[in-house]
C-alpha cells in the first residue's frame, strides 16, 4: 500500500514546502477555548489520522484530532498555535478526516508576529485564511498569497467541533546576512528553507523526510522506494535553501537494514529560469558533484574528499541505485 502522506491530489504546495505547524520542529498548540472531547496537540500530530472503532474514553467516542463541545452559547472555538519557525505561509490544509457528524460548518485562520512564546492581548491578528466552507472527512487546501512572515496562528472553528489535522505549508525565515562567511550549513535541511522538488517513487516514505532534523526515528521517517523489477535507479531532486558550494555530504541509512540502497551518486547545478517539473528533465544531466559510492545498513556515510569541484549549486539530484530507504541526506556547505 502506498503511503498514505502522499496524497496525490494535494497541490503542489504540500510536497515543496515544510509544514510549519510540525511538533517535530518546535511547533507547539498553546491554547484552545475547549478541548472537552480531543485535545488540541492531536490535531498537529505528524501522522494521518487514523479511526479505531469501539475506542472511548471518559469523554465520550475517541477521535484522533482536536474536538470541542457541543456550544450552547453565542461565539465559536478557537485554538493559537506557535509555529515550528517563523515563515511565510504558502497554504495550509484543514483536515477532517474521520469527522463525520462532528465536523465545523466552517473555520478561518489569522496570523500574527510576535517574539513571545504567546502573543499578548494586543496582538495584531491578520487574517490568514477567511471563513471557509468544510465538509466532513476530507482535506481542505487552501492556498495563501500572504508574503509577511508569521509566528502563531489562531484557528477559529465556527462554531464548534473537530479537526483531525492542521497542516502550515511555508518557508521558515532566516536572516542570512548574520551567517558569518565560511561557515558550513546544512543546505538541504528543511528548516533552512530546502525542499523537495520531485522523485519518482515514495512508495513507502516521501523523499521530503530525508530533509528533516535529527536522525529517522524508526523505518518509517525517511524515503523509501518500492522493490525496482526493472533498469536503471530511483531518483530525488532536492532544491537547496541558498545557492552554496558543499564541502560534505552525509547519508544516512539508520534503520534500513534489508532494504537500504547499494550504492549511492550526486548531480548538482546552478539553475536559472524553468520551473520544478523542467527541472526533471534537466536534472539528468546535471554533472556529477559525488561519484557512486558502496552504501551500508543502518549507518552514517561521510564524504568529502569524494566531491568534485563544481563551485556554487542550487539544486541537487540524489540517485540510489537501484532502489530503497535513506533516512537522512544533509549537504554540508558555504553560501555563495
Not at 43 to 53: E, H, T
Not at 272 to 289: R, Y
Amino acid at each position: 500500500m502506498a503511503n498514505p502522506i502522499l496524497d496525490p491530489n494535494a497541490p503542489a504546495f504540500t510536497r515543496r514546502y515544510m509544514n510549519l505547524a510540525d511538533p517535530r520542529l518546535g511547533a507547539k498548540a498553546l491554547f484552545a477555548s475547549d478541548e472537552f472531547f480531543a485535545p488540541k496537540e492531536r490535531m498537529l500530530d505528524p501522522q494521518p489520522a487514523v479511526f479505531i472503532p469501539g475506542k472511548y474514553d471518559d469523554h465520550g467516542k475517541w477521535m484522533d484530532g482536536w474536538e470541542t463541545r457541543r456550544k450552547r452559547t453565542t461565539g465559536h472555538d478557537y485554538c493559537v498555535v506557535r509555529l515550528a519557525r517563523p515563515g511565510i505561509v504558502h497554504g495550509v490544509d484543514l483536515d477532517t478526516s474521520h469527522f463525520t457528524g462532528n465536523f465545523p460548518p466552517a473555520a478561518s485562520i489569522e496570523a500574527c508576529y510576535s517574539t513571545d512564546d504567546v502573543p499578548a492581548d494586543n496582538a495584531d491578528w491578520q487574517t490568514l485564511v477567511p471563513a471557509t466552507t468544510l465538509q466532513g472527512n476530507q482535506h481542505h487546501y487552501v492556498e495563501v498569497s500572504d508574503t509577511r512572515a508569521f509566528t502563531h496562528l489562531r484557528v477559529n472553528l465556527y462554531p464548534d467541533g473537530g479537526l483531525a489535522r492542521l497542516r502550515v505549508y511555508g518557508q521558515p525565515k532566516r536572516d542570512w546576512e548574520r551567517v558569518e562567511r565560511g561557515s558550513l550549513l546544512d543546505l538541504a535541511a528543511v528548516e533552512n528553507g530546502a525542499y523537495l522538488v520531485a522523485a519518482n517513487n515514495q512508495h513507502f516514505g516521501p523523499a521530503s523526510q530525508m530533509l528533516m532534523p535529527g536522525r529517522g526515528v524508526n523505518m518509517g521517517d525517511g524515503w523509501e522506494t518500492r522493490r525496482r523489477r526493472e533498469p536503471g535507479n530511483d531518483w530525488a531532486i532536492v532544491a537547496l535553501a541558498r545557492p552554496g558550494v558543499i564541502r560534505k555530504v552525509e547519508v544516512d541509512t539508520a534503520h534500513f537494514k534489508g532494504n537500504f540502497p547499494d550504492r549511492c551518486s550526486l548531480q548538482a547545478a546552478s539553475v536559472t529560469g524553468g520551473t520544478d517539473d523542467s527541472l526533471v528533465t534537466q536534472a539528468m544531466f546535471w554533472p556529477v558533484l559525488l561519484p557512486e559510492q558502496k552504501l551500508q545498513m543502518d549507518n552514517v556515510h561521510t564524504f568529502s574528499a569524494e566531491l568534485t569541484a563544481l563551485g556554487p549549486v542550487t539544486h541537487v539530484r540524489f540517485n540510489i541505485y537501484p532502489d530503497g530507504g535513506v533516512s537522512r541526506l544533509r549537504l554540508w556547505g558555504e553560501l555563495e
